[in-house]
């Protein structure tokens, strides 16, 4: 089993930048891609950003290209999401996921067998 702990959240004004990190328990050879998730009350869980662990490649929702970063840690077994230039509607649960398949299909929910518990970020001046 991989379990993953999410940290970092909080309250930020809007402009400015939070750093997510998420720790999964298991050893990196398993884990094929890992992302970050969110869901704002009332909505549905979003994709935020994807990374392979092959070869670092990554994926994101338009509405956060350029002013998020997904990345693997120098940690094994540790992404982060760098998120900058926030914004009011960014406003949500963020959950770590990870899957140890692999799929053409990253941003699906359905993709990953793994999940955090989720850490609140809040926009708001």
């Known amino acids: 089993q991989v379990q993953l702990v999410e940290s970092g959240g909080g309250l930020v004004q809007p402009g400015g930048s939070l750093r997510l990190s998420c720790a999964a328990s298991?050893?990196?050879?398993?884990?094929?891609?890992m992302a970050w998730f969110r869901q704002a009350p009332g909505k549905e869980r979003e994709f935020v950003a994807a990374i392979r662990w092959s070869d670092g490649s990554t994926l994101y929702l338009d509405s956060v290209k350029g002013r998020f970063t997904i990345s693997r840690g120098n940690v094994k077994n540790t992404v982060y999401l760098q998120m900058n230039s926030l914004k009011r509607e960014d406003t949500a649960k963020y959950y770590c996921a990870a899957t140890t398949a692999g799929s053409l299909y990253l941003s699906s929910v359905a993709t990953y067998g793994y999940w955090g518990q989720g850490t609140q970020v809040t926009v708001s001046s």
């Open positions: 298991r050893s990196i050879f398993s884990i094929n891609t």
